[in-house]
């Protein structure tokens, strides 16, 4: 059983930054792909970005690349989520997720989920 837990989420301007951060731990964790998806009010639950577990295989929504960067410290257990120049719909909770039989970016990849952190951005 692999338990997440998410960190780093909060209030942003349009243009900044934030990195989230999600510890990882149980289970063999060399096994398991990681990822990011996010919700926003109102809307279904959409896919971020995902890393497996020596980051040679990385996937990003079309509305993040060139913003968003995912990377993971296997040392530390934990994936990071870097977001730059941050837009008014990129609120949302974001949610940590791992799995471990064939990454691809569709939430019913992941078996694991963290409970969310929130990000809010302000125009």
């Known amino acids: 059983q692999v338990q997440l837990v998410e960190s780093g989420g909060g209030l942003a301007q349009a243009g900044g930054s934030l990195r989230l951060s999600c510890a990882a731990s149980g289970g063999t964790l060399s096994l398991y792909y990681l990822g990011w998806f996010r919700q926003a009010p109102g809307k279904e639950r959409e896919f971020v970005a995902a890393?497996?577990?020596?980051?040679?295989?990385?996937y990003y929504a079309d509305s993040v690349k060139g913003r968003f960067t995912i990377s993971r410290d296997n040392a530390e257990n934990t994936v990071y989520l870097q977001m730059n120049n941050l837009k008014p719909e990129d609120t949302a909770i974001y949610y940590c997720?791992?799995?471990?039989?064939?990454?691809?970016?569709?939430?019913?990849?992941?078996?694991?989920w963290g409970q969310g952190t929130p990000v809010t951005v302000s125009s």
């Open positions: 997720a791992a799995g471990s039989r064939s990454l691809r970016p569709q939430a019913s990849a992941f078996a694991y």
């Open positions: 890393i497996n577990w020596s980051g040679s295989n990385i």
